[in-house]
């Protein structure tokens, strides 16, 4: 047989239960992955916006048994997944419900990967092939997102940061999906308008830099379009009008597909926003939100009928490609500027004596092996001069 180094695979196997009062089915589907002791993965932010409380009732209305974990961070730690982890064997649990955003999410997946598989984290990294070394089964596992941006209820990896490296980290393979996804746009109404935002600049983000990522992925390109389309009928509306649930729902939609598009890979954008939440513990969907526009700009001239395409996506009007891919990193920022976000890495405590360090870290990351235009080092140090004052 010749040519079969050519081929490539496809697969969008998550079960996806979506609408209002969904969360109040995650007993249904407990029970139905065979569930009877769960392990609930949230935070205390989660606990005191009571959005525990329809998951506990469904729960209880199944038979299922349930214990809870807190201890989680928005940038979580290797300590936290192994914590999370001891408290699963402690209650002997047999399955997963992980309530809150992709930093809750992640380390629900990962303490799947915990509990049967050998410490330490550090050698399931990506970056090193540690996906070969994630064997299954696992502990079937729901996910019921409370943000709308990382769609980490649908996606194959878990970000960690580890602490001998103090890097975050991407643990990928298949096998670490979520089993069920539950989006109940009910359930992101707590979000304050900023957090809408940023979550909201997360999933953007994603999908852009997926349609934009080296690779040949037809369904993961169209999905990413239909996200970046969805972001800009309706960020704005979530943020300014958090009971407005269509708003909310089609924002919980642009984060799922935007989880669904980065199989295909993501870009520098990533790479650049990584090591200003480990560092300087910045939101990841404000970093990736400030860093946007400099990287589409940096991209246009390898990539410029696709930065159109998203451009037409944002909303932009031309029939000449050129201006459409020159207006493109300008329509992210008009958009970055009406739902109120920071532009600039100096208004969070970035200085220029920092950015150095920052490349070097960005550098290391691997989500820039799939821009679309090449990046060194020194291509990341000059993206975070241009993101220090972007205006």
């Given at each position: 047989m010749t040519g079969t180094r050519n081929l490539v695979l496809w697969?969008?196997?998550?079960?996806?239960?979506?609408?209002?009062?969904?969360?109040?089915?995650?007993?249904?589907?407990?029970?139905?992955?065979?569930g009877k002791r769960?392990?609930?993965?949230?935070?205390?932010?989660?606990?005191?916006?009571?959005?525990?409380?329809?998951?506990?009732?469904?729960?209880?209305?199944?038979?299922?048994?349930?214990?809870?974990?807190?201890?989680?961070?928005s940038n979580p730690l290797e300590s936290e997944v192994l914590g999370a982890a001891r408290a699963y064997d402690t209650f002997k649990a047999d399955i997963i419900v992980g309530v809150g955003g992709g930093s809750v999410l992640d380390v629900a997946k990962l303490v799947r990967l915990a509990v049967t598989h050998p410490a330490p984290l550090?050698?399931?990294?990506?970056?090193?092939?540690?996906?070969?070394?994630?064997?299954?089964?696992?502990?079937?596992?729901?996910?019921?997102?409370?943000?709308?941006?990382?769609?980490?209820?649908?996606?194959?990896?878990?970000?960690?940061?580890?602490?001998?490296?103090?890097?975050?980290?991407?643990?990928?393979?298949?096998?670490?999906l979520p089993d069920v996804a539950i989006l109940d746009p009910g359930m992101t109404q707590t979000m304050p308008p900023m957090m809408t935002a940023a979550t909201g600049m997360d999933a953007l983000t994603h999908c852009i830099e997926a349609y934009c990522s080296v690779g040949d992925h037809p369904m993961a390109d169209a999905?990413?379009?239909?996200g970046v389309r969805l972001c800009h009928r309706s960020l704005q509306t979530a943020v300014e009008n958090a009971a407005d649930l269509k708003a909310r729902g089609e924002m919980l939609k642009a984060g799922m597909?935007?989880?669904?598009?980065?199989?295909?890979?993501?870009?520098?954008?990533?790479?650049?926003?990584?090591?200003?939440?480990?560092?300087?513990?910045?939101?990841?969907?404000?970093?990736?939100?400030?860093?946007?526009?400099?990287?589409?700009d940096f991209n246009r001239s390898a990539i410029p009928d696709r930065i159109a395409e998203v451009a037409r996506q944002l909303g932009v009007r031309s029939d000449e490609a050129s201006t459409l891919s020159f207006e493109c990193a300008g329509a992210v920022r008009a958009l970055r500027s009406t739902i109120e976000l920071p532009s600039d890495l100096r208004s969070q405590g970035i200085e220029e004596s920092d950015l150095p360090q920052l490349a070097a870290l960005a550098y290391a990351d691997p989500c820039h092996q799939l821009n679309p235009r090449s990046c060194s080092q020194d291509d990341l140090l000059a993206l975070y001069h241009a993101c220090l004052d972007d205006a």
């Open positions: 697969s969008f196997p998550t079960r996806i239960v979506f609408g209002e009062g969904a969360a109040t089915q995650c007993g249904v589907e407990v029970h139905e992955l065979a769960a392990l609930l993965v949230a935070d205390e932010g989660i606990e005191a916006a009571g959005l525990l409380a329809p998951v506990r009732g469904a729960l209880d209305a199944a038979g299922i048994a349930h214990e809870t974990v807190l201890d989680i961070s550090a050698q399931y990294d990506d970056s090193i092939g540690g996906s070969e070394n994630i064997v299954g089964p696992l502990p079937p596992m729901v996910a019921i997102p409370t943000t709308a941006g990382t769609g980490s209820e649908v996606g194959r990896s878990g970000v960690v940061t580890i602490q001998t490296t103090n890097r975050k980290t991407v643990i990928f393979s298949p096998l670490l999905i990413a379009l239909g597909m935007g989880a669904v598009a980065f199989q295909k890979g993501l870009g520098a954008c990533h790479s650049l926003a990584h090591p200003l939440s480990t560092e300087f513990g910045m939101h990841h969907g404000l970093a990736n939100a400030i860093c946007l526009p400099a990287v589409l």
